[in-house]
């Protein structure tokens, strides 16, 4: 009946409550006491007296519960922490994860950090969960749901933070650097101001070949994986990061992953929890490997320890191209395609024109293949004759239903025009096999504009306006100074088609800024100041006879408008014929999502802190 009372007169109620309160606050401040009130005094007690007096009185909007920052309601979380802000008067904030009871937050100043669950208690990829969070002063609360993605901070301040390779620094032998995210965004803009900068172990190694980050020992901070598939002595390094500070400058890899010989190995990576126990295993492509037949190697976290060192022989899952020549694991991309929450992956074999995937059978990871003997894929796409199809290949939801869908580019279609190709997710059995050169049909099909532009030679996926679908970025740098185009999904029924070469438009059109740059060539999506929509990033490994750029474009709830390189959010410059952009981190999906939410699910976090607050009044 008291419950009810309150609800009928909850306005009148917390008034009085509050003010009942305020009063309290006022003699702990010394009520006995006459103090003038300067209102541009920020520091004083009479300000903060008065501006909870406003705030009991609800006359403040500042006195609302604490904000989020890096991560929106609906949206996908890139980080192992929470952070946000709140009034300069309220020392305390307090956090609650999926109806859990509310525990304290880190607070300095206005900021606040809020460390996720780690080890075995770590968020899974794709997995929904709730997040309120409330001052200790107000009651309000603020409250919204997100995905787990891909963790990308390497220094758990809450923002995706971005790894750049530079594979010929020292002629040929690599660098790598990683740039911090922050609200603004990348704030150095030199290599030589990098937050961190990692060097190559092996002479002639092309170190930073392929980079990408994830978190492979479950601590909340993301790791990074870099690999040097030159010189003979084929590597993969992974470095754990060591906290707040990130990854130092100089570190050694904390373990390594070996070919033994020279196969290309790490000529692709990515990494992806195929095994589903929270942990980021990591997927390495050799496609050198036995006259360039390929292989896909999977190495497994082993927990809190990460990923040991190995060698390919130890890896848990090992998949094998079907011939000589066809380059299998040229490019490989892993997410959720069949929608029973492991990693599944995805190998591109542009050499024979073809791309694999490869389902999770659950907590036992990837079946061992070999497509040359008796081993199958999941699923088999067929592109056209001879347009290295499966150059580039990316997973990501475009519909919104879900299951993830792949985008796969084709750079030498009719006489290196260039095509892309989207392939829907039918949801528990996967993408269904497709034959391009024969009757098979895909979803989506871009082609690129008349010439020789290779366009597909690089694609992405990721949600640059916030509408929570994915959207194509593709690069084609062959014509004039280069090009990227983005291509907005249209919701339920995915992203349209769009010939360039007759008529297509894309949503947005990237200029390079000199003929020579290879602008175009790598692309990728990052959130480096975490507002949830997109960054497409893009490299051009040749600018300024091969310093290297890397570009990134702003995404926001309009998408990104055409614009020139010169004119980017955020342009990063290399160090000396070092190809800086070769290589960015790409494993990222800024996304709101959109799947159906049963009532319960909705409800009961809800009820729980609506409970807790009318208890701790009753």
């Known amino acids: 009946m008291y419950l009810r009372f309150l609800e009928a007169n909850s306005s009148l109620f917390s008034r009085q409550f509050n003010v009942l309160l305020f009063c309290l606050i006022l003699f702990s401040f010394g009520c006995d006491r006459i103090k003038s009130f300067n209102p541009g005094d920020t520091s004083s007690s009479p300000y903060y007296e008065n501006v909870i007096l406003q705030c009991m009185m609800g006359q403040t909007p500042g006195c609302a519960a604490p904000t989020i920052r890096n991560v929106q309601n609906m949206g996908t979380l890139h980080s192992g922490f929470l952070t946000g802000s709140t009034a300069p008067f309220a020392s305390t904030v307090e956090v609650s994860v999926d109806g859990s009871p509310f525990f304290p937050a880190a607070v300095s100043g206005t900021t606040w950090t809020f460390a996720l669950p780690t080890g075995s208690s770590i968020w899974k990829q794709n997995t929904k969960h709730w997040i309120a969070v409330r001052s200790s002063l107000f009651a309000s609360i603020n409250a919204i749901m997100v995905r787990k993605g891909n963790n990308q901070d390497v220094n758990g301040d809450g923002f995706p933070d971005l790894i750049v390779g530079a594979n010929q620094y020292n002629g040929g032998d690599g660098k790598v650097y990683i740039f911090h995210g922050s609200k603004q965004g990348v704030l150095s803009q030199a290599a030589t101001a990098a937050n961190t900068s990692l060097s190559s172990v092996v002479v002639g190694g092309q170190y930073g070949w392929s980079v990408t980050l994830g978190d492979v020992n479950g601590d909340g901070y993301a790791d990074a994986i870099v690999s040097a598939p030159s010189a003979g002595a084929d590597a993969v390094y992974i470095y754990h990061s060591s906290g707040s500070s990130g990854i130092a400058t100089g570190a050694s890899p904390t373990s390594t992953l070996t070919a033994g010989s020279a196969v290309f190995f790490g000529g692709s990576i990515v990494t992806g929890d195929v095994n589903g126990d929270g942990f980021e295993d990591v997927i390495v492509g050799s496609y050198g490997y036995s006259t360039s037949q390929g292989r896909v190697d999977i190495f497994h976290s082993s927990g809190s320890a990460g990923v040991p060192t190995a060698a390919v022989a130890s890896a848990q899952t090992t998949l094998i191209g079907a011939a000589i020549n066809n380059r299998f694991g040229i490019a490989v991309s892993s997410g959720d395609i069949n929608g029973d929450g492991y990693s599944d992956v995805l190998v591109g074999a542009d050499g024979i024109s073809r791309s694999y995937i490869f389902h999770s059978?659950?907590?036992?990871?990837?079946?061992?293949?070999?497509?040359?003997?008796?081993?199958?894929?999941?699923?088999?796409?067929?592109?056209?004759?001879?347009?290295?199809?499966?150059?580039?290949?990316?997973?990501?939801?475009?519909?919104?239903?879900?299951?993830?869908?792949?985008?796969?580019?084709?750079?030498?279609?009719?006489?290196?025009?260039?095509?892309?190709?989207?392939?829907?997710?039918?949801?528990?059995?996967?993408?269904?096999?497709?034959?391009?050169?024969?009757?098979?049909?895909?979803?989506?099909?871009?082609?690129?504009?008349?010439?020789?532009?290779?366009?597909?030679?690089?694609?992405?996926?990721?949600?640059?306006?916030?509408?929570?679908?994915?959207?194509?970025?593709?690069?084609?740098?062959?014509?004039?100074?280069?090009?990227?185009?983005?291509?907005?999904?249209?919701?339920?029924?995915?992203?349209?088609?769009?010939?360039?070469?007759?008529?297509?438009?894309?949503?947005?059109?990237?200029?390079?800024?000199?003929?020579?740059?290879?602008?175009?060539?790598?692309?990728?999506?990052?959130?480096?100041?975490?507002?949830?929509?997109?960054?497409?990033?893009?490299?051009?490994?040749?600018?300024?006879?091969?310093?290297?750029?890397?570009?990134?474009?702003?995404?926001?709830?309009?998408?990104?408008?055409?614009?020139?390189?010169?004119?980017?959010?955020?342009?990063?410059?290399?160090?000396?014929?070092?190809?800086?952009?070769?290589?960015?981190?790409?494993?990222?999906?800024?996304?709101?999502?959109?799947?159906?939410?049963?009532?319960?699910?909705?409800?009961?976090?809800?009820?729980?802190?609506?409970?807790?607050?009318?208890?701790?009044?009753?």
């Open 361 to 618: 059978n659950g907590t036992s990871g990837i079946t061992s293949q070999n497509l040359g003997s008796s081993g199958i894929s999941n699923t088999l796409l067929i592109g056209e004759s001879a347009t290295q199809f499966g150059i580039s290949v990316a997973v990501g939801d475009v519909n919104g239903d879900g299951p993830e869908d792949v985008l796969i580019g084709a750079r030498s279609y009719s006489a290196n025009q260039g095509r892309a190709y989207v392939f829907h997710s039918n949801g528990l059995s996967g993408i269904a096999s497709q034959d391009l050169s024969t009757t098979g049909t895909a979803k989506t099909v871009f082609t690129g504009q008349a010439g020789a532009g290779f366009f597909g030679i690089a694609v992405a996926l990721g949600d640059v306006n916030g509408d929570g679908y994915q959207d194509a970025l593709v690069g084609a740098y062959g014509l004039l100074q280069g090009n990227g185009f983005v291509f907005h999904s249209s919701g339920a029924s995915g992203i349209s088609s769009q010939n360039l070469s007759a008529g297509g438009t894309p949503n947005t059109v990237f200029n390079g800024e000199n003929a020579g740059d290879q602008f175009g060539i790598f692309v990728s999506f990052a959130d480096p100041n975490g507002d949830g929509y997109s960054d497409a990033c893009i490299g051009a490994y040749g600018y300024s006879t091969n310093q290297g750029r890397a570009y990134l474009f702003s995404g926001t709830s309009a998408g990104i408008p055409n614009t020139a390189a010169v004119s980017a959010s955020t342009i990063l410059n290399g160090e000396p014929l070092s190809q800086f952009g070769y290589s960015i981190a790409s494993n990222i999906e800024s996304s709101l999502f959109r799947w159906k939410l049963e009532w319960i699910e909705f409800i009961e976090p809800f009820l729980f802190w609506r409970k807790e607050f009318f208890e701790l009044f009753s």
